[in-house]
Structure formats: structure tokens, C-alpha cells
């Protein structure tokens, strides 16, 4: 098993847990989705990019030449995302081909050639295509390390445009990609290319320089904990402090906060501007905050962080309401219909969680992560892998103007002209694995339930589970040293009624004297802390049942109605559900009954949809005037009823055609 | 008086009414918006465009050589409109100083002068303005007729760009400008140069060209209207055929609708894409129908208006909830805060609701257009006259983004890079008089009541109001011809209670015995037809007072909530009237016992506004966490209280600096 930790602090680094040495999905709900990543997504983005013409650009500047540069100035990073994908998931079918210690017992095999000819780039035929790509790349550095094909090709002077250009952003995304192939593949290529670059920033980057898309700040971390050359890490934190001083030119109508250049980090105590840059910086200045043990620009950043979570999440875990920059907007405009939400930022969401989940060990970022991954991350992709939204709206209505072209009223795309999100989505979904659980010297914490093993300091725990489906999830010690340690499970914030049971000695059911009879308390960890024995076996039910969510008063556009979640699943209305009503007109009742549903037509049939009691608004002839009519005249709605309800979740959503879809609902 | 109607079908056009052969606003409410606009806005206007560039533009066009054009492409219209702006105010000046028949207690007489020095354009300033702005626009045109300064300065063939260029769209702003000098001035100066460029345009428009801004087709309509060139009218029929045939290139990400060129309009059944082209366009084609007596294209454009009103129209009559596009979102998309709501397109709007309202006699066109005048064209501008909004939000939360661009988060504006908006502002303000009432065979149908006089077909009509403040308006007949006609009034589809009262012969007080008793039904016309006599009186009680309006179930943004208004006018909650509170936390109680309150600081203190009891919500130190929890916990929200609620007109926010403000208030 390869030291694979997607994010690897350095052991003098501040933090108080530290990645897994392994972790491993087998099946389940996210291995599903990381088989699809393989088998579909990798191999057509690979595709996609090269139609796009990045891997041409990266031709074109190993001839030498300059010359037409396709696509757009940041189209080199759409490889490097794509490279970091493959990286991690040739990795994981490595670990497959050398065999695992999990037992036979643990999942299907990972068998990347197992369906061989569905995919161009899967099993022999990924590896190949990398090491072709990783070989391009290397051939497109210049002899002095500069690496930017749009810059190489149209003959700018490196470095002189930064605001715009992207060079430092995606050298940022190659270094990650060079990472990822060092720790996944014991693969130093491409990490060669990218020291080689990073120095040539350390040396020849202009004093006070910095990109107008943050990035490359927890990518330079990263390669410094990879390489452990400190001048990439001085790199980082000269730029996550110079940022925010208003060095940047400004941007067409925006300010300086649209490129994270208005108020230095350490002052900051909200994020704002472009959210993907505000996730990128902050996970980036993260990485500075624990390398370099700066208490106070932690608790700066977890200040922003709760500020984030406070007032401009959408329930979804989505970040951004404002198109026009694809920015935050104030605190509690979280419009539905408008929300901006891009796959990218919710990306960035889950990898600045990480890091401070990783530097405090508090359960409040691992549950955002969680609700990110299924309902932010996820929705960005289609049940088959091959269909993409950039925008997330959380609410489309009948009769959207065919004209508009803002993502939710036309439904998935193929891809993008700005692809960042589908490779970013790939990278993530072939690392997930890495962010399942940590270690430190009290034990082992896991963070997020799926299938497999996880491995950590001479422990072996065997993960089963049909989670998020079923709350139930079985933790197995396979292996354990001999001296006690602590196993800390997160009881989500939303988990009402969670129990845990354990039978200990691999056979009698025993009262674990570290639980408080059946039930825990939602929102942190709760700890069994004993000598395990081998086949010691805990459970926990993370009571998996349709609940009502309603929103704080001042989150004004969600007044009056609910949404529906089922474990860390956001649902919601699509009209494909509901024929012979408008998804509009649908209200739920007083006491609507929510209960699990029977599979839906056009989902997969382990897809646990809700039902409930609701009824239909009426639009008499009257309603077809001016819709603003005297409050308290005796015209309550009327109601067509009853209406059989069916939520579904809304990753799920706009797999089957594009129509009316929300997730908040009146309450009658 | 000059026969000065700001529309005015030829006498074979389709119409049911008829623009009143003149009216007057003699103070009041609007007079004393009509009065800043004089003294203040259009000087500052003048001073504003001369700054942007646009008045230079035609200068160097006028040297006839090539160069630098300054501003946007279409920097010329602002000149035009300023210029009718000016054209519509001399008019009225003009009239006053060749003493009108109203008699000397009608008002305050018009003195451009009398406060001498406040303005540069004011009085013969303001004349030598325009003569000087018009000779310089004859000069910068073409020997040929063609006139775009942007075209010629940049040695672009004419009509090459018609997509991007606004060509069509200044030649349009120009004949209005031009069809005002005429009538308001009785001067065809600028008449002759309009007319030589419609000539141009009819000769040498390529075959199927469109501007991808509409404007023009309602200018030429007008055009032809005041000159009887057929061919003028021919073209705006061929313009308004052609559309909606995708013959324009594509824009950005947008598709042909933003350019209103994906449904032909005689089958539209709603507006689509950029609000103001979507109003102009449908102006313009109301002329040709009623010119052409097209009842098909007037039956598509009634279901478009009704579209309109019913699923795309904010309570305040504003109009675009999309900001990408500056265009209609889909239907029941009007979230108040992403609220776009042009102050273009709600002059446009007025624009097209007159045209309708001429074409059908209907009052819900008037009642929409005062509507629209009160709460979407009125709020574009300050109370001094001297700051604007383009973008008009209905909703501006606490802690706003100070680096986000949008309007509602930076306040009003000296002036705009676009500044399309102010100056539409002055020419409707300065010609607001045309739209009061129509005169048709039957007698007198007044739309808009405000202080002045009133002259059709032989009647003069004396009108005294504070409306909106108060809803008693008394018209007096000071001349009258001995055959019997109809006095027609507008009763608001709000006026519920009003009713009307009469003396005739001058003296006592008798039954009219056209009213039921004391009440009038509201949403239509209240007409009284018999044999005038010169002081008979007429009152009319619109039972202005505060009252409560929901939306219906559909308009989920508004959903457990409701507004204020108060006859015309549209209230909102405003940070500077609740010290101590945050106005996003404020809500209604259930029964809030809403009534007048005293003025206001800060506010002329004619405004009314409206007290009511509410309170205001808690955040207690759990809502600083993640905004969504478990709905049915028993954590309803609690609140501080009582709090006293003074709602504001909408128009007036803004006007004493920048903070929370909303039209929509949560009942508990």
C-alpha cells in the first residue's frame, strides 16, 4: 500500500490528526460512483481535453515554436486535473494488482481491465495514456523550467500578466498532479517537472507577485511536504500574506475581492469574491497556518469558516449566489433559483475542510464535508458519468425561458469551454478514499462511512455498510496492536437518535462500557477507547430516516416551506415524479408522513426516495392576472389534493431530463 | 399649446383613445418631480454627457475627419434623449410663458428662470443647450444623411454591425428627440436631420437588417406619424416582422432571444430576453398594428402584456430578474434581491402600456403604468434629482458584500458608463404631462390623476389632488361644449372603497345619478355621461390607506410574506427608520394595525408613511451555526418586541444613505 494521503503535513506540523496510512472504498455508494469515475468520466475527459486542444497546446510548445494556443489561458490545468485523477486511480488499482491485506472478504476486486474495451484509458490503456501525457508535459518545459503553454505559445513575457493569466494557477494544479503521482505511483517524472518549475517561480518570480486565481498557495505546501524544499513553502506563506493588499489590477465592474485581494487573510472574518478562489486560498493558507504553527492565522480562517457556514452555505453545502463573478453574495442571500453553487467551489469546499478538520479535529468540518461530497460535489456529475453541470441550481420552475442560458433551465452539458469542474470532480472522486479517516496517537478517527478499510497505525479496521442508503455501518478490527487506543466514529450533527452496539472478543454481544446505553449525541465524535482484540466488532446506527429541515429566520427565501434530508442526503421534488402537476404547485402537508418510497422509474433501484402527503396550489382564472393580490381578502390558495409526494436526492436530480425541481417546499 | 402628445396615432390608426389634445401637471406629487428634473437633473444631465465624451463625438464628426470615439457605441442616444428630454421642457416653459387658459389658480406658473443661476441650462440657458446641441448634431451628419458618430469615427462601413453597433438604436432616439422638437417647439431642425437619416436608412438598409437593440421601429412609427412618409411606417412593419427569425448573430452565451430574435412576435406568448429591447420592440410594434389595424399582431402583443403581468412582473411594475443579460428570468422568477429591474425598461414598460391602453381603452394598461411610474421608474432617480439607480433591487440585506458591484450594495450613482437610465428618466418625466388622459368621441377618459388641467375635444377639465398622498381628486369643468359626453375615470384595480361624489350647476351638492350611491367598483372606468356645465364638480375618493399584499402560491420568494402599499405606491422597510434593530430580522405582527404615520426624518414631509406594530426575530448565539435544522424542534422563532415599523415608499429609499431595506416583510 503506497503512502497515498492526498494532504500530508509535514510531522512537525501543527495539526492535531493526521491522514490514515491507507484508507480504501470497496463498493458501496461512493464506489459506485468512483467505478464510474473510472470507467466513464476519466477516460471521456480525457477525450474532452483533447478535443478541446490542451494536449495540442502542450505539443505545440515541445516543438519550441510559438503558435496558435487553443482554448482557453488556463487550459493546461484541465490536463494536470485530469493526470491527478488518473494518478490516483492508477494508484488504487495498483494497491489491486499487488494484492491487499483486507481479506478476500472485502469487496469485489479493483479490476480496472476487468471490462476491457469499454474505455480507452482504463487498466493498461490509462497507463499509457499518463505516462504519454506526463511525457508531453515534460517535453513542453522550457529548458529553464517555465512551464504555461498560452504564455509559451503567444510569446508573453512569463509572469507579466498575472491577474489574468493563469500561469501560477496552473502550475499550482500541476504540482498537485506531480504529487499525486509521487505518492500514488512511486512516479517521480512528473514531480520532477514540477520542482523544476517551482523553482524557476522561487527564482524568477517578480517580488510580491501573485496569480489572480489562488491555487498554487496549498499546491506549493504540498510539494514542499512532498519534497521538503522549504523555498516552496516560504513561497506560499510570502503570497497567502501578501494577498488581500489590493496588489491586483482591478477586473472589469469588480473590486478587489473578486481575486481575493481586498482584506489580508489575517484579517479577514467572512469569505467573499469568486468562491473557487476563496476555497483554494483558504485551503492553501491552511497548509501555511500548520506548517508553520501560526495560531492566529488559524483562527482566521476559522472564523471565516464558520462565518461561511453560518450565513452563505446553501443547504446543499453549495457556495456562491451571485453569477456575476461567480462570487458570494452577502450573508443569507442564498436565492435557489439563483444559486451559483459551481461543482468547483464545492471542490475546494471539501478540500479546505479537510485541512482543518486535519489542523483541530473538530467534527463541524468533517459534517460539511460530508454534506458537500453527496449533495454539492456530486450533483456535478451524471448517474453515467458522462454529463456535467458547471451551475447547480437548487430550483427550476415550469416555463423557464428556453432562451436563458444559465445552467439549470439546460440541463447537464457534455462539457464545458471552461472545463474546470468535470476533471476537478475526477481528481476528487479518485482520492475520496484519502479523506475517510485519520490517526493520531490516541487511535483512529473515522470521518466518513463507506465500505472497505482503513488502516492506521497498526490498526486494520474493516468498514460494512450500506450508508447513506441505511444508517447501519459495521467497523471489524482486523489487526490491532496491543496497547489501548481510541476509536472515534463522527455522529453527524444531524443524527438524532445514533446508537452504537459493539461486541467485543469476536463473539458475545457486551455492553461497551464507553457508551451511554443505545444512543450518542449528534455533532462530534463519540470514542470507544479499550484493548482491542481481533474480530472486535462495533456498530453504529446512524438512525438513516426522512426528516424535515427548515432555515433560520433571516435566510429569507426559504421562509414558509421545508426541505426534505434523509441521512446526509438533501432531497427534492423533480417534476419526473409528479405527472399531472407542476413541481411549482406542490405543497406538503401539515403532518406529511414522510417515509421511505419504493425505487423510482429512470434511478437506480437502491436510490431510497421519500414520500409524503402533499396537495397542489389551484391557479383559477384569477390567478392569471397581476399575481400580488390584497393580503387577508378571504382567497387563501385552494388546493387539488391529495398529492402523492416523492423526494428524491438531488445529486439524482436531471438524470432524467430537465424540469421543474426545488428543494424547498411550502408547508401547505 | 402646441399639440404636443408624446404618441399620436394618425387619424385612419386602429385606436379606441386618443391622446388628449393637451394636459398639464400643475405641481402635486409629479409636478414636483417634473420641477428637480427641470432644475436639476437635466442641467446635470447635460454637464454628465458633455463629460462622457458624446457631445465631443459629434464635434469630431462634425470636423468629417476619422478618430478617437469616446464611450460606449451608443454614447449618441444619450445626447438624443437628453436633447427630447429638453424639447418636451421648453414646450412646457413655452406655454406658460404665452399664458395658458386654465386661469391663475391652477398653480404655480413654470419659471425655468426664476431661481436664476441654479442651473447652467435652466430658462434661455436651457434653450441655447439645445439650439447649440442641435446644430452641432446637423453638422455631424452626413452629407448623405447617415448619422452614427461611433461608425464614423471608427471608418466602419455603416449598417456592417447592426448587431453590436446601436446604429438603428441612436437613429431611433434621434427621431424621437426630433418628432419632440416638432411638437413641443413647432422647430423641424432636428425634424430635417432625423428625416435624412430615415431616408438613408430606407434606401440603403441592407435587405432584412435589425438592430440588435429594438428602438427604432416605435421612432419610425412616430416618425411617420408626425410627417406622413409612408415609407418610415413601412420599414418599422418590415422590422417588426422580421423579428424573431434568428437573424442576428449570437451573443456571449446567450441565445437569439436576448437580441428578442427567437419567436416571431405575432407568436410569442410572452416576453423573453433584455428587458428594455423587449419593451421597445413591443412599443414599437403596437404602432404598426394599430397603424396597420393588425388585429392579429395586436391580439399577440395583449397575450404578451398579460404574460407579462401575470408571471414576470415585480409588485413595483419593474421588470428583469436576470442579471446576466439584463433580461426576464423565467415565470414567477422575481426574487427581490437579484432583482434587476432596469429603470429602462420601466419607462419602456410605460412606453408600451400607453400604446396598449390607446389601442384597447383598457384600464388594467393604465393601472399598470402607474404602477410602474410610481415604483420602478420614480425609484431610478434620487429625490434631489442629482444620483440614479440603473439596476433597481427590492431587497438589500445587512452585512452586504462590499466589494460586490451590484447596485443595490453601492447605492445611487452620480452617473453611469451605460447611462442609458437618467436621461430616460427626464424625457418621460419632462413629457408625463401627455399621459395623464385621452379624448375619443364619447368625451374625457382620465388615466392618471395629478394637480393641472386637462384639454379634449372641447372640454377642460380642472384637476386638484395631493393623491397619492390623499385619494381625494376634484375635477371641475371650466369649459365645456353643450352636447353630452362621458367623464371617465380610472378606478385602480387597489381602490376598493372608492367613491365618487358630485355637485353640478355649479352649486348644490345632488346624487349623481351615474353612481351607485357612494361606491365604485375598482379595476376599471367609472363614467358619467350627461350635459356639462361649465363648474360642475366632480369628486372622486380613491380611499388611499395602507394596506397588506401577498403574492400568489407560485411566487415562492414571497412565500409567508407580505408588503405594504398604499393607493399607487409600493412601501418598504428602510435600515434608517429602525436604529437598533437589524431590518432583516423585522417582522409584521399577525394583526399589525397598519395606518399613517408622521413624516419621517429625513424625507420631504409630504411623504406618509405607514407605522405598523411588529417584531423582531432573535438570533440567538445557535443561529450563528449551520442556518438549517430540524423542522418541528421545538425552536420556533423568537422574538424581541414590540417593535414600531415605519414603511417608506420604495421610491424614496436610498435618499439617506445605503442599508437593509425590503418590500417584503415575514407576518411573524
Redesign the interface.
Known sequence: MSDDAVVRPRPEAAVTLRPAAGARIEGGFWGDRQRVNRDVTIPLGGERIRESGAFANLEAAARGAGGEHRGKVFADSDVYKWLEAVAWERGRAGDDERGRTGGDDLGRPYAGDGEGGRSQAGGDGLARAYEEAVALVAAAQRPDGYLHTHTQLTGREPYSDLASSHELYCAGHLMQAAVAGSRALGDDTLLRVATRLADHLVKDLPAGALDGHPQIETALAELYRETGARPYLDLAIRMVTDRGGERLPLKG??????RQD?VPLREATTV??HAVRAMYLAAGATDVAVETADADLLAALTRQW?DM???K?Y?TGGLGS???GE???????L?P??AYCETCAAVGSVQWSWRMLLATGEAAFA?LMERTLHNAVLPGISLGGDRFFYVNAL?V??????????AA?RGRQDWYGTACCPPNVMRLLSSLDHYLATGDDEGVQVHLYAPGTIRAGGVLLEVETDYPWGGRVELVVRETPDHPWTLALRIP??A?GAGVEARFGGGDQRADPGVDGRTVAPGGYHRVRRVWRRGDRVTLDLAVRP???????????A?????VERGPLVYCLEQADHPGVIV??L?LDTNPGLRDGSPVTGLPAEVVPVVARGRA?V?RAD??????????APRE?EHEGPVALTFVPYYAWANRGTGPM?I?T?MH
Open positions: 465592474h469588480h473590486g478587489p475581492g473578486i481586498r467573499e469574491g464558520r457556514v453560518a450565513t452555505t443547504l451571485v453569477w456575476y462570487q458570494f453574495g452577502g450573508p443569507h442571500e436565492t433559483e439563483t459534517d430550483r420552475r415550469a416555463g423557464a425561458n428556453p432562451d436563458d442560458r444559465r433551465a450533527a444531524w438524532d426528516r424535515l429541515t427548515a432555515a433560520v429566520p433571516r435566510l429569507d427565501v421562509r414558509g416551506q421545508v426541505a411549482d404547485d405543497c396550489h391557479h390567478d392569471a392576472g397581476f399575481p400580488y393580490r390584497t393580503a387577508g390558495p426545488t424547498w411550502p
